[in-house]
């Protein structure tokens, strides 16, 4: 692991936040007090924040309807986002996105996504541009990602998406988190092939990586492997990461499609968050106390953006009116 | 007569029809849930619940679990129906048509034509539409007015679980293409269902909800209780208002509509949809065509803005037509000389 | 003044605003022509020509030929806006909507609103519609009137070569997204187009072809040149009639239908898409809504039926406007009392 | 060769009657008589015959834009296509769909397809259904096969159409028709894969087979091949056949793209009829005078058919308005 302490505590605090943020809401939506649809990430936070270390903001992802994760990874405000959740006229999109359209394209996050499997298109444009930008200074291309689901693999254009990458070559990378599950139904059901996701993309003709997505470590050096091939110039990759989602796919799922004991299991084992802790504090890469730092640092971010969310200016019906065109 | 939801009723017809004849089959996403997992199939037959126990009673091969694949989902219902079979395809949304028209328009609501007559194409596309649920943009369209303008489909709106299943029944014993929309905001809604398996309501026959001779009121879908709410609040001052609630938007049954006008001769049209193009200015124009003589007033328009459905409670109230905003149209039509 | 075609002025307009803006890029199939091929690039540079000569001058990263994959050349060319780009995606034909409807409807024309305006999306999609080719059901629609009801999206339908020039640039200009119509039975059409480099027409204002004072007549793209024919026959008969070309359906120039209408009191809506839901029933509802006062007589629309397009020459032609459908209707309305 | 001297003169009459269907046709289109978008066949008629010949009216094909090869070999009427594609009343769609609309669901032709890759999803529709009817007497299922080209294996609906089949276990078949070109652009540049189109579908769990389609024997064997696996219920497969378009994407198109001396020399070597020709008189299975019989036979079924065109009812105004709906 070639990481900094620094660069250690920063992804640990990343995977903390998405986790704390999504624990919260997790609460929060019982009460009835969040509208709408939320997808929660917990359980995933190694793959969006390994993958989102290595991007600046001028790379962009393109996220899914499972998108706070990638959001808070690649550098969304918290408290914009929780604000954008209780649907505040403060909110990142001043409440007319909510959980499944938060965006920042100053931050390139081109935005989550309510259709399953619509981001791929726009991140495979996306790198076209930062293909016709060209190299900078250090030889490097700028990047773009879609982030995938199992299901979403599925969706034609996530396949179509992948051959017009290679055939403009375009830095385009894909990134599959298979967490076994699309709604109710299991992968290995929906996903026909013989092989596993990332066959499919390969016989694109896309360089491909696989790695255990609950594994800060293996994300991010694959990441960093993948990456250095796509920013060379080398054409588009994808890269399948193993891992768990720990909630329902929506609140109130009663999960009857997960085995005996799968949760406890997943909990126990495939817990990124855990596992990080462990491996760093064993590594003596860090102490736990420095861990316990970051988390009651964590606890109180959440803790204001809450509050804030909670007193922030609600949206009013003029607001309906605005921000369909930029020119009326 | 038994008292059961507007969902319960989707799931009950498909029951029976699948029962009364072998070429009634399903599919969609998650329409039995759990295959290829641990928990084994129907752990949730539809995320509607509109499909709840298809599968253990009729098995893998007329209960069809699919892929993400919305494109591949109405396309194969149409290469189902051309080989005899009864498809009942489900997307999840209807804002999932975005992503499936090409089958939906250029292919099954075509193929009787293209093909001069000669093939059938008996295959049902449900949908669920609406708002009322903040799941904002990409989860609350009401995509009527698209599909009722393309030449070859059906369109049917069902209101209550009666219609449902009047209106279903009659789908799925149709030779045509049929698009079926489900209103979200609906599905709890209780209601009496006739018992009897052959229930069924010809398309093209609209219901009367409401009678009045000052103001005629056409709606559909949730869209019919914000007109009955403002006919109610309108009849306590003695404004009487005919409701129609059209049922099915292709065929229309102009008729209805017509006659009201001729005793009204004012017109208000509640629509869910954006305003441009829709099924408001369909009827208005119907109106402006064919009623011209009877009109005492400009027909008023009860829509959705021209924008996206905003995510937030606030927005998405603002948004949505609402009884005031009906029974302000219909002062308004009133007020004029 | 210079004097090309309709296609020219697509083709050289683009070409002048590459020159001018290196974010401008363009994609689509065969938009190239040849790659992957003995003979080599430019082959044909787009199967209409509209974009010949674009490859040699401003290479592969900028005029970027595609797989046949229409929902993913929609999706780049949203993907390319947000990312600081101009691009101008191409359809073919617009049938193709069908295969890319999600990208255009719940992506693209949705940016900036779900992201709270903090998005600039200016994508142009380009597509080739109409009938008149006996191209039959699956290449000859026009989907003007599903587009124009979707919120987020600009949508124009150039008549002449001159507007052509003026509104491709306005619209590559634009921050906001765009659909440019063109009409395939249009692009050999002649005529003169300014010189100015900065000629540009602004979105939502109409052109009055012909005056009158006896009826107005509202169309767009190939119909305006049915209903001018009409309106020359109808003159020789001493009946005045404006003829109005939209130009723009989004933002539609409503005023100079209402204070046209206003003058006249009649009002034919000639419109190539099937009847329902469409833009004529839009047309006529508006006048419904703001000119009843004026209306002396029943909105005239004359459309295509509610059927698909038919293939022979003859059924093709009964099934479009012309002139003849057109002064029919202009009498029939001057005949109400 | 397993074919009977009864078979092989069928073939052959099936090829040649498209042969000259087709260069009837090219020769008509010059004079403007034929309207609308019409896309030849020519040079690829061993694949449909190879794969046609072993259908019966109970299996069923869905076609493309480039049709007629199709219909024609799945045994649709040649005189009702022909009043078709000149727009007759009497035509087999009453003249309203036209070239790209063909179809004749009794003989189990689903349709000729103006939008390029809609057909493969109808097809495992229609597999679906063979599955659900189940096996015959003798075991076997009925299939449906979607032919699709080279550049229709793009589209997203051509993949979803093919991951579905394997999920569903469908008896479907896609049938590759790599020609080389979709409209000007070469499968090279357009199939990014670095293999082939059949290493893709195979990525998706599909069975596959690759044959020369200018070889009428390899593709009749090889469909034997295929159809065994897919009738006995084996799932879906696919296979990928190489041949040549003899003339332009549309008439009229100056075909820059083709090199050198291409045209002649696919003219001279890869001729399916007259490969077959060759094979077939050298290894004395058929004398040449059977073949120039059948060549008249031919050539007078065409002429007939085409002076029947010419003769044939034109449609009416009336006739725009029917056939919408069964039920009105
Ligand atoms: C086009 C489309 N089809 C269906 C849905 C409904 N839907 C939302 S999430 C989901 C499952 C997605 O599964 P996956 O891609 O594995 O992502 P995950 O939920 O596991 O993160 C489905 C079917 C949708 N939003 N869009
Ligand atoms: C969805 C769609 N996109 C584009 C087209 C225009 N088009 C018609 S044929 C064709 C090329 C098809 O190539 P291929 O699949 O290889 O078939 P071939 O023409 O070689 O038989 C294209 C792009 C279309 N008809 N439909
Ligand atoms: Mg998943
Ligand atoms: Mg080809």
Redesign the interface.
């Known amino acids: 692991m070639q990481l900094s302490r620094e660069d250690l505590l920063q992804a640990y605090r990343r995977m903390k936040t998405i986790r704390d943020f999504e624990e919260l809401l997790h609460d929060e939506i019982q009460t009835g007090e969040i ?3 939320t997808h929660l990430y917990c359980g995933q936070e190694a793959v969006a924040v390994g993958v989102c270390e290595h991007l600046t903001d001028d790379d962009k992802i393109v996220s899914t309807h499972r998108g706070h994760g990638h959001c808070l990874a690649k550098g969304c405000d918290v408290t914009g986002m929780m604000k954008e959740i209780w ?3 403060e909110g990142l ?1 001043k ?4 959980s ?2 938060i965006a920042d394209t100053d931050k390139g996050m081109l935005g989550a ?6 981001g791929a298109p726009i991140a495979v444009g996306a790198a076209m541009a930062a293909k016709l930008d060209g190299k900078d200074a250090d030889g490097k291309l700028r990047v773009a990602i879609a982030f995938s689901g199992d ?2 693999c ?4 996530t396949f179509e998406a992948m051959n017009m990458a290679v055939v403009t070559n375009a830095p385009a990378i894909i990134v599959f988190e298979n967490n076994h ?12 092939t013989k092989q596993d996701i990332a066959s499919r993309a390969e016989a694109f003709g896309m360089k491909v990586w696989r790695a255990d997505g609950t594994d800060f470590t293996a994300v991010y050096e694959t990441m960093r492997e993948v990456l250095e091939h796509v920013r060379a110039g080398n054409g588009p990759a994808a890269v399948e990461f193993d891992t768990e989602r720990f909630y329902g796919h ?1 609140e109130g799922d ?7 004991g ?1 949760m406890d299991r997943i909990r126990a084992e495939r817990d990124c968050i855990k596992n990080f802790r462990k491996t760093v504090t064993e590594a003596k890469l860090l102490e736990g106390s420095d861990l316990d730092k970051v988390d009651e640092e964590v606890a109180k971010t959440i803790a204001d953006a809450v509050a804030a969310a909670r007193a922030a200016d ?4 003029e ?3 605005t921000d ?1 065109y930029i020119d009326y | 007569m038994a008292k059961m939801m507007y969902r319960e009723a989707v799931r009950n017809t498909i029951f029976q029809e699948m029962k009364r004849d072998d070429s009634v ?1 399903v ?1 969609g ?2 329409v039995v ?8 199939p129907e ?2 037959g539809g ?1 509607w619940s509109t499909s709840t126990g298809l599968f253990d009673e009729f098995g893998a ?2 209960v ?22 009864r ?1 009942i395809a489900e997307l999840m949304f209807a ?5 499936s ?7 099954i ?12 194409c008996p295959a049902i596309i449900r949908m669920v539409y609406g708002a009322g ?7 609350s369209q009401s995509p009527h ?2 599909l ?5 489909l ?1 369109v049917v709106m069902p209101t209550t679980p009666a219609d449902v299943a009047g209106l279903l029944r009659q789908a799925i014993r ?3 293409p049929v698009i079926f929309m489900e209103h979200k905001a609906l599905y709890a809604m209780k209601g009496e269902v006739p018992d009897d398996p052959d229930f069924t309501i010809p398309f093209g026959h609209a219901r009367l909800t409401r009678a009045g001779e000052d103001v005629t009121i056409v709606a559909t879908g949730m869209m019919v209780g914000m007109a009955e709410k403002a006919a109610d609040k309108l009849a306590e001052d003695g404004i009487g208002a005919d409701v129609i609630d059209l049922r099915t938007t ?2 229309m049954d102009e008729e209805a509509i017509l006659d009201s006008v001729e005793v009204t001769g004012r017109l208000v049209v509640v629509d869910e ?2 305003p ?7 009827i ?7 009623a ?2 009877s ?1 005492k ?5 009860v829509t959705a ?4 459905i ?6 998405e109230s ?2 949505l037509p609402n009884p005031d905003k009906v029974e302000a149209a219909v002062r308004k039509a009133l007020a ?1 000389n």
Chains 1, 4 share one sequence.
């Open positions: 509208a709408g649809f649907g505040s006229r999109c409440g007319k996105g909510g499944m359209h996504n309510g259709i399953v499997g619509a299901g979403a599925n969706q034609g254009t599950y699309s709604e109710h139904t299991g992968y290995k059901y929906a996903v026909g929506f009663p999960q009857r499609y997960r085995g005996e799968e609600r949206p009013t019906a607001d309906v009116l369909v | 089959v599919l996403e998650d849930g759990g295959m290829g997992t641990d928990g084994g752990a949730i995320i091969d007329r069809i679990d699919t892929p993400i694949s919305e494109s591949a989902i109405v396309g194969a219902a149409g290469g189902l129906a051309l080989s005899g079979k498809p804002d999932f048509i975005g992503v028209l090409d089958q939906i328009w250029n292919q609501a075509k193929f009787r034509y293209m093909f001069g007559g000669k093939s059938r649920y903040n799941a904002a943009a990409q989860h007015g698209i009722t303008g393309m030449p070859g059906k149709t030779d045509d292709s065929p949809a954006p441009r193009c829709s099924l408001a200015t369909d208005a124009a119907l109106a402006a065509e064919k011209f003589a009109l007033a400009p027909v008023q328009m803005p021209h924008t996206p905003p995510f937030a409670r606030e927005l603002a948004y004029y």
